[in-house]
Nanobody, 123 residues
Framework: QVRLVESGGGLVQPGGSLRLSCAASGSIFSIYAMGWYRQAPGKQRELVATIATSGSTNYVDSVKGRFAISRDNAKNTVTLQMNSLKPEDTAVYYC?????????????????WGQGTQVTVSS
C-alpha cells in the first residue's frame, strides 16, 4: 500500500506565502514524476506543477514565477513553495506520484494521490 501525506496548507492573506510538503511511503519501489494538483470549488482538478526524477519542472502558466516545486529523491518527498499568493489560488491541493509499487494485483506502475490539503487566500 502506498501513502502520500501532505502538510502545510492553511489560511494566508493575499501576497503571502505557504509551503506544502508531501511524503510518499509504503510499498513503492520507484517514483518517476511527482507533482501538485489543485481543485477549486465548482472546478475541475488542474495540474499546478510537476517535477521529474531528473529535476525537470513544469508549471501551469498562472503560477509561473510565483511557485517553485522541488523534490528529494532519497526521501521520496516533494515540496511546493508558493509565494505572492492570490485569492484565485484558493483550492484543495493534492500531491501526486507516478511510480512503481506493490498493489493488490502485483507490482505495477500507477498514479498515487494524497488526501489533499486546503489552501485559502483571503484578507
Amino acid at each position: 500500500q502506498v501513502r502520500l501525506v501532505e502538510s502545510g496548507g492553511g489560511l494566508v492573506q493575499p501576497g503571502g506565502s505557504l509551503r506544502l510538503s508531501c511524503a510518499a511511503s509504503g510499498s513503492i519501489f520507484s517514483i518517476y514524476a511527482m507533482g501538485w494538483y489543485r481543485q477549486a470549488p465548482g472546478k475541475q482538478r488542474e495540474l499546478v506543477a510537476t517535477i521529474a526524477t531528473s529535476g525537470s519542472t513544469n508549471y501551469v502558466d498562472s503560477v509561473k514565477g510565483r511557485f517553485a516545486i522541488s523534490r528529494d529523491n532519497a526521501k521520496n518527498t516533494v515540496t511546493l513553495q508558493m509565494n505572492s499568493l492570490k485569492p484565485e489560488d484558493t483550492a484543495v491541493y493534492y500531491c501526486n506520484a507516478d511510480g512503481l509499487a506493490r498493489t493488490a494485483v502485483g507490482i505495477q506502475r500507477d498514479s498515487f494521490w494524497g488526501q489533499g490539503t486546503q489552501v485559502t487566500v483571503s484578507s
